[in-house]
T-cell receptor, first 110, second 116 residues
Framework: QKEVEQNSGPLSVPEGAIASLNCTYSDRGSQSFFWYRQYSGKSPELIMFIYSNGDKEDGRFTAQLNKASQYVSLLIRDSQPSDSATYLCANAGNNRKLIWGLGTSLAVNP | GAVVSQHPSWVICKSGTSVKIECRSLDFQATTMFWYRQFPKQSLMLMATSNEGSKATYEQGVEKDKFLINHASLTLSTLTVTSAHPEDSSFYIC????????????FGPGTRLTVL
């Protein structure tokens, strides 16, 4: 069974701090990895995707991928209360369907 | 870009009736659309994958005769919940993947179904 594991949280950080969200996956053949944000009662929203080992930065968000360790993370710099949401990690299997983690709940405290 | 719409955003129906949910890609052609269901406090559960012009592929445990999926064009897929029952009440979300987008999926806003 191919799986994606995330700490359910809640992860609580003060406003302005760096929030670090982590994800491990079991499918060594995965080539693409995604972070989605989901506010309560809403549908997921794509934040970032990453295909290559290393870091990928987009504004306040940085995704980090380490295929050897089967690990992908998301850093949110200068966290804002509006970043409070559930963050879903996903990777694509050979059949191109996304395998989802259960999500990490993030709370940014003013 | 990459906007996906769903209609209706919420629906309440009586047990035994059928409900149709539409999913549209507004600014791109979606060769593949996905239908998910999400219960409160739970993760996304993929129900089926639909490719334009082909029969949908259903995940294990999802009744294809109960959840009818049609992907008649590159911008529209529909999910019909037939003979709905209270246990079908859930948040139904579609996503779409465009041509040449690798595995990236963009989600519609979701449809909240309540069956009385």
């Amino acid at each position: 069974q191919k799986e994606v594991e995330q700490n359910s949280g809640p992860l609580s950080v003060p406003e302005g701090a760096i929030a670090s969200l982590n994800c491990t996956y079991s499918d060594r053949g995965s080539q693409s990895f995604f972070w989605y944000r989901q506010y309560s009662g809403k549908s997921p929203e794509l934040i970032m995707f990453i295909y290559s080992n290393g870091d990928k930065e987009d504004g306040r968000f940085t995704a980090q991928l380490n295929k050897a360790s089967q690990y992908v993370s998301l850093l949110i710099r200068d966290s804002q209360p509006s970043d409070s949401a559930t963050y879903l990690c996903a990777n694509a299997g050979n059949n191109r369907k996304l395998i989802w983690g259960l999500g990490t709940s993030l709370a940014v405290n003013p | 870009g990459a906007v996906v719409s769903q209609h209706p955003s919420w629906v309440i129906c009586k047990s035994g009736t059928s409900v149709k949910i539409e999913c549209r890609s507004l600014d791109f052609q979606a060769t593949t659309m996905f239908w998910y269901r999400q219960f409160p406090k739970q993760s996304l559960m993929l129900m089926a994958t639909s490719n334009e012009g082909s029969k949908a592929t259903y995940e294990q445990g999802v009744e294809k005769d109960k959840f009818l999926i049609n992907h008649a064009s590159l911008t529209l897929s529909t999910l019909t919940v037939t003979s709905a029952h209270p246990e079908d009440s859930s948040f139904y979300i579609c996503s779409a993947r465009g041509v040449g987008w690798a595995d990236t999926q963009y989600f519609g806003p979701g449809t909240r179904l309540t069956v009385l």
